[in-house]
């Protein structure tokens, strides 16, 4: 009973912990890396899987109104998705997607993923596949992960690593934290280009 009275204050002194382990440089690399994107006239692609999919919807949102950039998201079309899961399998899916899309050396990734993949286990292999795309078409790739970035780690331009504090709490405080960094960047003054309504 009295590690359930102290779960609410635990988890929101692990949410402080945190904050104070972001580094702001990586975060400057990545509003650096996006506003050359804009400034080229080049598109942003924002993919993840599972939450990390809500994210990349509500982020296309926050850059194509708040930062006027060109922003699409794989996981918005179903039908689309779907069509290519069935058709050519989970691990092409978006990379296959970007290749319709046209993918090029203007253009750029966001990725938000809890651990970055990871080709031995076979984990967000999608992901995986569409850095490793975005890379051999000269694209810029920016992630926001959590553990040790995982295959992010060596795929992206730009990598902001949420610190873990708690092993068992990895997944809801990375993706706590994806949505802070994105939303810092959008109202960030460099890419900023229309006000909120609140």
């Known amino acids: 009973m009295k590690s359930r009275q102290r779960f609410v204050p635990n ?4 949410s402080i912990q945190i904050l104070r382990g972001l580094d702001p440089q ?18 942003l692609f924002i993919l993840g ?3 990390g999919a809500g994210h990349a919807s509500h982020a296309v949102n926050d850059f194509r109104k708040l930062a006027g950039m060109e922003a699409y998201c794989p996981s918005d079309n179903v039908s689309e998705l779907t069509a290519r899961i069935n058709d050519e399998g989970w691990e092409n899916s978006y990379a296959d997607w970007l290749k319709a899309s046209r993918l090029n050396g203007k253009d750029g990734l966001l990725v938000f993923s809890v651990g970055g993949g990871c080709r031995k286990r076979k984990i967000s292999m999608n992901l995986v596949r569409a850095m490793a795309l975005a890379k051999a078409k000269k694209a810029k790739v920016a992630a926001i992960t959590g553990r040790d970035g995982g295959e992010a780690r060596n795929l992206a331009d730009v990598l902001i690593l949420v610190p873990t504090v708690h092993s068992a709490r990895v997944t809801p405080h990375t993706e706590s ?12 003054p460099s890419l900023q280009s229309a006000k909120t309504k609140w």
Do not use: K
Not at 33 to 38: D, K, S
Not at 177 to 188: D, E, G, K, N, T
């Open 26 to 43: 990586p975060i400057e690399a990545c509003v650096a890396l996006l506003a050359g994107i804009r400034r080229r006239g080049g598109r």
């Open 11 to 14: 988890y929101l002194q692990e």
């Open 49 to 51: 899987s599972g939450g």
């Open 177 to 188: 934290f994806q949505a802070l960094i994105w939303h810092l960047m959008v109202s960030h």
